[in-house]
Nanobody, 128 residues
Framework: QVQLVESGGGLVQSGGSLRLSCAVS????????IGWFRQTPGKEREGVAC????????YSSDSVRGRFSISRNNAKNTVYLQMNGLKPEDTAVYFC?????????????????????WGQGTQVTVSS
């Protein structure tokens, strides 16, 4: 019954912005770190950004740092990924995932193998 549902993907021009949402149910969001990942056919899943269970820390990949921002609203059971300055190379299916880790996050939390629960993904396409 643990479920994560992504939304907010779409088609956007290069340089534009999107905000992705990850709505969670079946567990208390405050007990899980949440990561955002993206995947293109033929490539390994790439960690994008993650946030601690208590909103005390975040970590993002070098490729998106300064453009993407992750945040959470525990009252709304939702985690967000604000994406600004989008580039064509950001085109991918974006997934959110939950990990029972508690405390601050680091680069280790951009590895997909550690996450136990996954959403279905939402498509982001950036045109030029």
């Amino acid at each position: 019954q643990v479920q994560l549902v992504e939304s907010g993907g779409g088609l956007v021009q290069s340089g534009g912005s999107l905000r992705l949402s990850c709505a969670v149910s079946g567990y208390r969001l405050e007990n899980y770190a949440i990561g955002w990942f993206r995947q293109t056919p033929g490539k390994e899943r790439e960690g994008v950004a993650c946030i601690s269970n208590n909103d005390g820390s975040t970590y993002s990949s070098d490729s998106v740092r300064g453009r993407f921002s992750i945040s959470r609203n525990n009252a709304k059971n939702t985690v967000y990924l604000q994406m600004n300055g989008l580039k064509p190379e950001d085109t991918a299916v974006y997934f959110c995932a939950a990990d029972s880790h508690k405390g601050m996050v680091s680069a280790a939390h951009l590895r997909s193998a550690r996450y136990e629960y996954w959403g279905q993904g939402t498509q982001v396409t950036v045109s030029s």
